[in-house]
T-cell receptor
């Protein structure tokens, strides 16, 4: 069965620290997509990245970077030089191709960045 | 502007009073879906629709109904709401395996 595990329930860091959010997944599919979403205190879900299973290149976008490793079924997210505005809940998600575009979400990691 | 809209954004109701949460997208997406978000559980899919008149159950469909009469609209119906349906609800749409666009969320409280 499709499953996403975000083992870190909550992380607290001080501004300018680097922080890595872990995501481990299980899937029966050979083709799949992985996502990260951010949910700020206002509640909306903000898309951050989509990665398909054939593309293991790491990606960097400003202070954000993602490390996808199929060998360990992990898709970790690192924020460099964290800022207070990064405080949010972060969700990792995996497509379940048997059900079209269904997303299977992890439980989320609450990130608190203190000034 | 490409978007998914939901109404209402906030709703407090009482047990047993039928309600509908509307969802509309302007991107001509074939796929639409409803999720509910509960603390510690992440988001779980309630129902989804692959196209007009094609709907199917997700992981937690009990107590909910949906319909897809038009491509752009995918309302969520609670025939007889109960307190365990108090949650934050998100509608989403997508095309292919691409990014799912989420609505702003509807916070529902059932007393």
């Amino acid at each position: 069965a499709q499953k996403v595990t975000q083992a870190q329930t909550e992380i607290s860091v001080v501004e300018k620290e680097d922080v890595t959010l872990d995501c481990v997944y299980e899937t029966r599919d050979t083709t799949y997509y992985l996502f990260w979403y951010k949910q700020p205190p206002s509640g909306e879900l903000v898309f951050l990245i989509r990665r398909n299973s054939f593309d293991e290149q790491n990606e960097i976008s400003g202070r954000y970077s993602w490390n996808f490793q199929k060998s360990t079924s992990s898709f970790n997210f690192t924020i460099t030089a964290s800022q207070v505005v990064d405080s949010a809940v972060y969700f990792c998600a995996l497509t379940d191709m048997e059900y079209g575009n269904k997303l299977v979400f992890g439980a989320g990691t609450i990130l608190r960045v203190k000034s | 502007e490409a978007q998914v809209t939901q109404n209402p954004r906030y709703l407090i109701t009482v047990t047993g009073k039928k309600l509908t949460v509307t969802c509309s997208q302007n991107m001509n997406h074939e796929y639409m879906s409803w999720y509910r978000q509960d603390p510690g559980l992440g988001l779980r899919q309630i129902y989804y629709s692959m196209n007009v008149e094609v709907t199917d159950k997700g992981d937690v469909p009990e107590g909910y109904k949906v319909s897809r009469k038009e491509k752009r609209n995918f309302p969520l119906i609670l025939e007889s709401p109960s307190p365990n349906q108090t949650s934050l609800y998100f509608c989403a749409s997508a095309q292919g395996g691409h990014e799912q666009f989420f609505g702003p969320g509807t916070r529902l409280t059932v007393l």
